[in-house]
C-alpha cells in the first residue's frame, strides 16, 4: 500500500475523532502495563475490569463508551476481527449508569440560550472594541446557525456571503456529514440590530478590512491589546467564550453554558415559535429522527401540552 493510500485512509477519519481515539488508546497500553495485562488482543475480563477501574474514577459514560470504542477500532486495525468481546464491559457499563444516576450524577446538559438570554450576553459585549465585536458575531452567528462548536470554529470569511435575502453560510463538514459534501445555511435577518447576524457579520468585516485582512478564519483571537491574530478561534475557545459571557452576565448557572447552549437554545426557540421539527431538523444538521431535536422539542411539549392546563389549581 502506498504512502498516499495510507494517508488518504487515516484522513477518512476525523481529526477529532483520532485525537480522541489515540489518547484513549495510550491509557489503555498504559493500565495493561501497569496491571500486567496484555493491551492487544485483549481479553472480555481486562476489558470489563478496565471498565470498572474507570466508573471508579468517575468517568462519564459517554468516555467510557469511547474508550471502548477506541480499543474496538484498534483491534480491527491489527487486524484482530470481532475481537475484543465487549459483553461483560457492556454490563458493568450499564450498572455503572444506573449507579450514577442513583447519586444524582446522571448527564446533565448545558441549559439552552433562550433570545432573551442571547440579548443579556450581548449586552455586555462592547461593540466598540475588536472582541466585543467578534464575541458578539460568535454568540448570534452560533446561534442562528444552530451551531456545533466545530462547525463554528471552522468557518472562514469566504465561507459567509452576503445577500439580498440575508446570509448564505456554507458548512464544509459537520459531524452528520463526514464525506464533507458539504451544508449551505440560509441566515435571515434579525429584527433587532444587536443581534442581526447580517449587520454584525458586516460590521466585523469592515473591521477586519481596516486591518487589511480579507480571507481565513471568520472568529479570530483578539488579545488584550485589542490586536487581531491570524489564528482562528478553536472549538474549546469557542465554549471557552460561552462560559466567559454568561459568567459576565451573571447568568444563574453561567459555569454550566457552553457553545452547545446556542445549538440547544435556537432548536428550542424556533419549536416555540412554530417552525415544524423537521425544519429545525434540516437547518441544524441533525437526523430528522434525532432523539437529540425529540429531547428539545419534549422539553417545550411539557409545558405547552400538559396535562394540568386549564386544571385550576
Not at 493500565?31 to 476489558?47: D, I, N, Q, V
Request: a positive charge; proline letters at 5%; one cysteine or more.
Amino acid at each position: 500500500m502506498s504512502d498516499r493510500t495510507r494517508s488518504r485512509l487515516a484522513d477518512a477519519v476525523p481529526a477529532n475523532t483520532r485525537r480522541a481515539y489515540t489518547r484513549q488508546w495510550e491509557q489503555w497500553e498504559q493500565w495493561c502495563a501497569s496491571t500486567g495485562r496484555t493491551a492487544l488482543p485483549a481479553t472480555a475480563e481486562s476489558l470489563a475490569e478496565y471498565v470498572t477501574m474507570l466508573a471508579d474514577d468517575n468517568l462519564s459514560p459517554s468516555s467510557v463508551e469511547q474508550a471502548m470504542a477506541a480499543i474496538r477500532t484498534a483491534h480491527r486495525a491489527a487486524g484482530y476481527a470481532g475481537q475484543p468481546d465487549t459483553t461483560a464491559a457492556q454490563m458493568i457499563l450499564r450498572t455503572a449508569r444506573r449507579e450514577r444516576s442513583a447519586s444524582g450524577r446522571g448527564a446533565r446538559q448545558a441549559p439552552p440560550i433562550t433570545v432573551d438570554i442571547l440579548r443579556r450576553m450581548i449586552e455586555i459585549c462592547d461593540p466598540g472594541t475588536a472582541s466585543g465585536l467578534r464575541d458578539r458575531v460568535l454568540l448570534v452567528v452560533g446561534f442562528a446557525l444552530m451551531g456545533r462548536r466545530s462547525e463554528i470554529a471552522a468557518l472562514r470569511l469566504d465561507d459567509v456571503v452576503e445577500t439580498e435575502d440575508g446570509l448564505l453560510i456554507t458548512i464544509r463538514q459537520s459531524k452528520t456529514d463526514q464525506d464533507a459534501a458539504g451544508r449551505t445555511v440560509a441566515i435571515p435577518p434579525g429584527q433587532h440590530a444587536d443581534t442581526d447576524p447580517v449587520r454584525l457579520v458586516r460590521a466585523w468585516r469592515r473591521l477586519l478590512s481596516e486591518h487589511d485582512i480579507t480571507e481565513g478564519p471568520l472568529l479570530r483571537r483578539v488579545d488584550q491589546h485589542q490586536y487581531i491574530h491570524d489564528a482562528g478561534l478553536s472549538g474549546t475557545a469557542i465554549n471557552e467564550a460561552v462560559r466567559r459571557l454568561a459568567i459576565r452576565a451573571e447568568l444563574p448557572g453561567a459555569e454550566t453554558y457552553t457553545a452547545h447552549s446556542l445549538r440547544s437554545g435556537a432548536a428550542t426557540a424556533a419549536y416555540r415559535a412554530g417552525a415544524p421539527v423537521s425544519t429545525i431538523a434540516r437547518h441544524g444538521r441533525w437526523s430528522p429522527s434525532s432523539p437529540v431535536v425529540l429531547g428539545y422539542i419534549r422539553a417545550v411539549d411539557q409545558w405547552t401540552d400538559n396535562a394540568l392546563t386549564g386544571v385550576g389549581l
